[in-house]
């Protein structure tokens, strides 16, 4: 679980309204199915180290990793945020437009964290490596931006 501290910096930026945080039980039933759609059976503490299928790594290393996922994802609309923070589940889901969650995430620290389609499509991890791990319907857009970084 993330710590308080953290959590409550995100619920301070969120009060605006255009963000929402899911109760427990239903973030505890989206986060099985994004399990389930993404993740092989747990070996290790990082989701994004036992995705199911083929993923993408984006080395954003010192540049703006934000834009980077703002590029990634496009116009995604309304997505799940997942503040991991390197830590264990359960983790708390917030909701909000794509536009919206980066915003939020440029007014905070750095912490660990994944954002999904509601529709379980494309998953994206910003992991404590400053890479992006994608996986999902996003693939070709991230070896595109891959070969464009390089």
Do not use: C
């Amino acid at each position: 679980m993330i710590e308080q501290e953290l959590l409550d910096e995100i619920r301070n930026v969120t009060s605006s309204g255009e963000i929402f945080e899911m109760h427990d039980y239903e973030a505890s039933s989206t986060l099985g199915l994004i399990q389930d759609t993404f993740i092989d059976p747990l070996s290790g503490q990082w989701w994004w180290e036992n995705l199911r299928g083929e993923s993408v790594t984006i080395q954003y290393g010192d540049n703006d990793g934000l834009s980077v996922v703002s590029d990634l994802v496009g116009r995604a609309g309304s997505v799940f945020l997942v503040p991991t923070d390197d830590e264990n589940p359960p983790w708390p889901i917030f909701i909000g437009h794509i536009e919206k969650i980066i915003d939020l995430l440029r007014e905070l620290r750095f912490f660990e964290y994944f954002i999904t389609d509601k529709n379980n499509t494309w998953i994206v991890f910003d992991t404590h490596h400053n890479t992006l791990v994608v996986s999902g319907i996003l693939l070709d857009r991230a070896k595109e931006i891959n070969t464009s970084l390089s």
